[in-house]
């Protein structure tokens, strides 16, 4: 059964704000990577106690976003090319084996939302975080249709750390070549699908997680 991928928001506590405005921070590249974060800053920079900051920061450590150092703050953790390689591999296996899974269940109705989550990926973006999102909604929708929520909850957590990496290399050079080139295979996935073709799909998946790759590494090797 097809899930629904839209997130309600609810009320959030202090802390979580605080989260989630540092998070941010760090995606727009207003917090470099490497770079160290203290108590004191954040409790001045949003206006509140040290018990809400402190959590925050304990929780954004446990996800692998900072690092606490003793006697010195917490630290922006850079992702390495090896962090980048095991998740982009790991997207592989997840992704092309829940979708050999259920190809031949994927409705025409499913196809065609598909088909319309590809439509923004293909259209010019103002920005990097609207590409990625439209990326990311078209591959969080793919392993929707298998009806795993276990499965589209590992992919969202994986998709949430590469996006830190994507920020991290591009924020200041995006360029719109990267949202045509990054997404190019789209169209051969849902392709494959219409034509119940498993043989195609794992290879198609591999090409497009690599085109993905290959941006990473050329970023790195400037």
Known sequence: MEMNIVEYKQPQSLKAQIQNQISESI????????????????????????????????????????????????????????????????????????????????????????????????????????????????????????????????????LDILYRAYAQYYWFSWDDNLSVSDVRTHKKIIKCIHEKNIQDIGEILEEDLSDFAKHFRSKRSM
Request: proline letters at 3%.
């Open 27 to 158: 995606f727009s590249a207003e917090f470099q990577p490497q770079q160290i974060l203290t108590e004191k800053e954040l409790i001045e920079r949003y206006h509140c106690s040290k018990s809400p900051v402190r959590e925050a920061l304990v929780s954004l450590c446990s996800e692998g976003v900072l690092r606490s150092i003793p006697r010195c703050g917490y630290q922006v953790v850079q992702l390495t090319k090896d962090d980048i390689d095991e998740i982009l591999s790991y997207r592989q296996i997840l992704e092309s084996g829940f979708l050999k899974s259920c190809y031949d269940r994927i409705t025409p109705a499913q196809i065609e939302k598909l088909e319309a989550y590809n439509k923004f990926c293909t259209c010019q973006s103002e920005s990097l975080k609207e590409h990625w999102v439209h990326n990311a909604n078209f591959h969080l929708y793919l392993i929707s249709c298998s009806g795993n929520h276990f499965a589209y909850s590992e992919l969202k957590r994986a």
